[in-house]
């Protein structure tokens, strides 16, 4: 297994998108607070990564849900993740303005929606499921395991940094790395639905 996984999925969770939506939630928390909620995001984070990297195909498998469906569907909805990279939006965001206005106001906002949905949402669910299936050895599962430590550490470091980064990049900043990742992002979902069709449909491999 080569580094794809770990740029796709850097390109998705997109920590640095997510600095504003941190600095917003955790206004007026205490250092210690900010420091929970990034410990635990970052943590939360990896859980999610690693029991998609684990268990995710036999969850596939329990529903009978085929791979190369998946792999469709999973393209399709990155490619979707990635069209609002490219319009400056977070891959995984998908929360309303109450949800934000809710989340403000609760004393832990770490799981949801800072990591749920936006850090770790359906699109880098499927994307871990994808290539898990691509892992053919032991190493290679713990491997995609071990980029969930990677994605949560850069969780941790972005987080850790907000204030620094948001005066030092600013929204323009911020803004143009989302769409670089953006269109990463879907040249790698047309991959993945190519891959998807052409099991589905032979005779377009021929």
């Known amino acids: 297994m080569d580094f794809k996984p770990l740029i796709t999925l850097l390109a998705i969770v997109n ?3 997510i600095v504003p939506f941190f600095i917003h939630y955790t ?3 205490t250092s210690a607070q900010r420091r929970r909620t990034i410990l635990i995001s970052s943590i939360s984070a990896f859980a999610v990564i ?3 990297a684990i268990i995710g195909l036999q969850i596939l498998e329990f529903f009978s849900i085929s791979l190369a469906s998946f792999q469709v569907g999973g393209g399709m909805l990155l490619l979707t993740s990635a069209l609002s990279m490219l319009n400056a939006q977070p891959a995984e965001a998908k929360t309303t303005q109450g949800e934000v206005d809710d989340a403000s106001a609760r004393a832990s906002i770490a799981v949801v929606p800072l990591t ?3 850090l770790t949402g359906p699109a880098t669910m499927s994307t ?6 691509q892992a ?14 990677v994605i949560a550490l850069a969780t941790a470091v972005c987080f850790s940094l907000a204030k620094p980064i948001a005066r030092l990049m600013g929204q323009t900043g911020i803004n143009v790395m989302t769409r670089l990742m953006g269109l990463i992002l879907a040249a790698l979902a047309v991959e993945v639905m190519a ?7 032979p005779a377009l491999g021929q």
């Open 128 to 133: 871990v499921v994808i290539y898990a299936d």
């Open 50 to 52: 690693a029991t998609c």
């Open 15 to 17: 920590p640095l998108a």
């Open 136 to 149: 053919k050895t032991f190493f290679q599962h713990a491997a995609l395991v071990g980029y969930g430590v």
């Open 116 to 118: 749920i949905p936006l």
């Open 27 to 29: 206004q007026g928390f």
């Open 195 to 201: 891959a998807g069709l052409t099991k589905l449909f």
